[in-house]
């Protein structure tokens, strides 16, 4: 079973609404990364960290995405005005390191922008 | 740059039949190469790694042997079976905090 644990399951946000996702990373696992899944199952990186710094991000991430992964807090991803285009289901990974080392998955949060 | 390539988006199988599910992928670096297999409503979840050349890997049937020369970790099975319908993505870690995935191939198998 998996040990990342997202939520919600699932969100429905009006277009130019927010939409808010968290994230909890395996315990001990200081490396996080987001990705988007889009409806032909390709995943697009969108920003990964280390610890609470990020450490690369994407364009689309730099303007109407913003992430955060504070200490002793769940991480989170929140989209600042929800467009169509952003539906999608939203990965959340972790790993021991970002080198060399595979990436565990939660089951994901699928956002539907209406 | 960094990628991975997987040619087929569906294949389609009678269960008990043998599988090869394509993957090939380009880095500059020391390749570590994954497969991974998402079932419906599920997390991608691992099923093979490797970052040995010539060498088999295998985890629940499934089988794969990274081969540098040509690039390739091609997933295989001798016999598949229903329970085995779901998406496989094959994913490289070139280092550097990133994860490259393939585009997927979806895995039918029919009774």
């Known amino acids: 079973n998996s040990k990342v644990i997202q939520t919600p399951r699932y969100l429905v946000k009006g277009q130019g609404q927010k939409a808010k996702m968290r994230c909890i990373p395996e315990k001990g696992h200081p490396v996080v990364f987001w990705y988007q899944q889009n409806k032909n199952n390709e995943f697009k990186f969108l920003i990964n960290f280390q610890n609470q710094e990020v450490l690369q991000q994407i364009d689309m991430t730099e303007k109407r995405f913003s992430a955060e992964c504070p200490s002793n807090s769940p991480c989170s991803l929140e989209i600042q005005s929800s467009e169509a285009g952003d539906s999608a289901l939203y990965l959340c990974a972790s790993s021991l390191s970002g080198t060399n080392t595979e990436v565990f998955f939660g089951k994901g949060t699928r956002l539907t922008v209406v | ?111």
């Open chain 2, 1 to 111: 740059g960094d990628s991975v390539t997987q040619t087929e988006g569906l294949v389609t199988l009678t269960k008990g039949l043998p599988v090869m599910l394509n993957c090939t992928y380009q880095t500059t670096y020391s390749p570590f190469l994954f497969w991974y297999v998402q079932h419906l409503n599920e997390a991608p979840k691992l099923l093979l790694k490797s970052s040995t050349d010539n060498k088999r890997t295998e985890h629940q049937g499934f089988y794969a042997t990274l081969h540098k020369s040509s690039s390739s970790f091609h997933l295989q099975k001798s016999s598949v079976q229903l329970s085995d319908s779901a998406l496989y993505f094959c994913a490289l870690n070139p280092g550097g905090y990133k994860v490259v995935f393939g585009s997927g191939t979806r895995l039918l198998v029919s009774p």
